[in-house]
T-cell receptor, first 117, second 116 residues
Framework: NAGVTQTPKFRVLKTGQSMTLLCAQDMNHEYMYWYRQDPGMGLRLIHYSVGEGTTAKGEVPDGYNVSRLKKQNFLLGLESAAPSQTSVYFC????????????????FGNGTRLTVT | GDSVTQMEGPVTLSEEAFLTINCTYTATGYPSLFWYVQYPGEGLQLLLKATKADDKGSNKGFEATYRKETTSFHLEKGSVQVSDSAVYFCALSDSKFNFGNEKLTFGTGTRLTIIP
C-alpha cells in the first residue's frame, strides 16, 4: 500500500542546474499538490493540480514548473536552481473537491530534501 | 487572506505532562480546521480535524475544539509520551463553498520533544 511516493529522497544541485522531482500516487486521487517546507515558514503551496492535464499556481510558484500528464503523477521542475530553493519538498494528494469532508483530506509523501549550493 | 498562527516552539516536556499547543486563525467564510503531525523523516499525517464551530476533534488522546468566538483550535493532551515527539502543524481550509478550489493553509509548526 504505497500511497504517495516521492523520488528522489535527497539531492544536491549546483546553482543553475535543473532537475525534476517526481510524485506518484496509487489512490486514484484527483487533486495533487507540491509544498515546500522551510524553518519558521511552515508549508507553502507551490503548485497544484485538480486533475490530469491541469495545473495551477499556489503561493510561491516562481522558479518552478509542473506537469500532470498522467493522473497518478505530478512532476515539479526547477529549470535553473537557486540557493533560495534549498528546502524540503512535499507532494500530497486528495480525493477531490471538498477535502475537508474526507476522513483524510491530504495524503503526504515522505519528502525530498534539496540543497542548492 | 487566510492565515494560521501557531505557538512558537520548540516545546520540551517530561513524560506524562499536560500538553497545550496554541493555534489561532484568520479566515473568511466557513473554514475547517486540522492538526497534522510530522514524525522524523516522514510526511505529514492528519491527527484530527473539526469542520464546524464547537466541534471537537480527537485522536490518539489528543483533542482540539473549534472555537469560533476566539478563532482558536488549541491542541491538548492530558499525558504525553516519548512517542509523541514530533512537529505539529495547525491548518485550515478555505471555504468549502469555494468550488473546486479548497486548499489547506498551514501554520509554521511546533516541534515537541518529550523526555523520559
Amino acid at each position: 500500500n504505497a500511497g504517495v511516493t516521492q523520488t528522489p529522497k535527497f539531492r544536491v544541485l549546483k546553482t543553475g542546474q535543473s532537475m525534476t522531482l517526481l510524485c506518484a500516487q496509487d489512490m486514484n486521487h484527483e487533486y495533487m499538490y507540491w509544498y515546500r517546507q522551510d524553518p519558521g515558514m511552515g508549508l507553502r503551496l507551490i503548485h497544484y493540480s485538480v486533475g490530469e492535464g491541469t495545473t495551477a499556481k499556489g503561493e510561491v510558484p516562481d522558479g518552478y514548473n509542473v506537469s500532470r500528464l498522467k493522473k497518478q503523477n505530478f512532476l515539479l521542475g526547477l529549470e535553473s536552481a537557486a540557493p533560495s530553493q534549498t528546502s524540503v519538498y512535499f507532494c500530497a494528494s486528495s480525493p477531490g473537491f471538498y477535502i475537508s469532508s474526507y476522513n483524510s483530506p491530504l495524503h503526504f509523501g515522505n519528502g525530498t530534501r534539496l540543497t542548492v549550493t | 487572506g487566510d492565515s494560521v498562527t501557531q505557538m512558537e516552539g520548540p516545546v520540551t516536556l517530561s513524560e506524562e505532562a499536560f500538553l497545550t499547543i496554541n493555534c489561532t486563525y484568520t479566515a473568511t467564510g466557513y473554514p475547517s480546521l486540522f492538526w497534522y503531525v510530522q514524525y522524523p523523516g516522514e510526511g505529514l499525517q492528519l491527527l484530527l480535524k473539526a469542520t464546524k464551530a464547537d466541534d471537537k476533534g480527537s485522536n490518539k488522546g489528543f483533542e482540539a475544539t473549534y472555537r469560533k468566538e476566539t478563532t482558536s483550535f488549541h491542541l491538548e493532551k492530558g499525558s504525553v509520551q516519548v512517542s509523541d515527539s514530533a512537529v505539529y502543524f495547525c491548518a485550515l481550509s478555505d471555504s468549502k463553498f469555494n468550488f473546486g478550489n479548497e486548499k489547506l493553509t498551514f501554520g509554521t509548526g511546533t516541534r515537541l520533544t518529550i523526555i523520559p
